[in-house]
């Protein structure tokens, strides 16, 4: 490899076009929504969707982390896509078996606990509700769970580990009934 393709930074190119446009319809988004799930306008999600223009990396892999869930192959492909792999997301275990961990998050540890950090993430999102007005009430609960979810990332919990956590601690709030 020259030292140049070793240096250069990964370009997302026009094969990228026909997987966004599967994944938009496999997660149920209008493409009005797919701009918003990026900070975007609608008007670029079209433009990735006719080939006019491309996501960048970091927006083909959270595109693949977001279509996983649905349809795995298509993840695979846009993972592909993105220059890296679903392992390497930390989205399935790696070849050895051992559980895949996706770069810039911490790697799983006894402590804390993953209901102490839920409690963090609760107390995040309160937080952002004390700031809150009553004069958009949509805009304000958003912006709670944008706070929570931010938390929650932040910690390396997948949302499945919240909302177990939340589960277990609803159980326990609330009595058994006979």
Request: glycine share 10%; with cysteine; aromatic share 4%.
């Amino acid at each position: 490899m020259t030292e140049c393709a070793a240096t250069m930074p990964f370009q997302v190119g026009p094969t990228i076009t026909p997987l966004v446009g599967r994944a938009r319809i496999a997660l149920g988004l209008t493409q009005k929504q797919l701009g918003e799930m990026f900070r975007a306008s609608m008007r670029t999600a079209h433009r990735w969707e006719g080939g006019q223009a491309f996501p960048d990396v970091g927006q083909v892999e959270k595109l693949a982390r977001a279509v996983f869930p649905v349809d795995a192959q298509l993840a695979e492909d846009l993972a592909r896509e993105a220059g890296t792999t679903l392992q390497d997301m930390g989205l399935v275990a790696t070849s050895n078996g051992a559980p895949a961990v996706a770069p810039g998050l911490p790697a799983p540890r006894p402590f804390p606990p993953i209901p102490l950090m839920v409690d963090s993430i609760l107390l995040a999102a309160v937080g952002a509700a004390e700031g809150q007005g009553t004069a958009q009430p949509t805009q304000g609960v958003r912006d709670i769970l944008r706070a929570g979810f931010a938390r929650a990332r932040g910690l390396g919990l997948t949302v499945e580990e919240v909302d177990d956590a939340l589960a277990a601690a609803a159980a326990k709030a609330t009595p058994a009934k006979r």
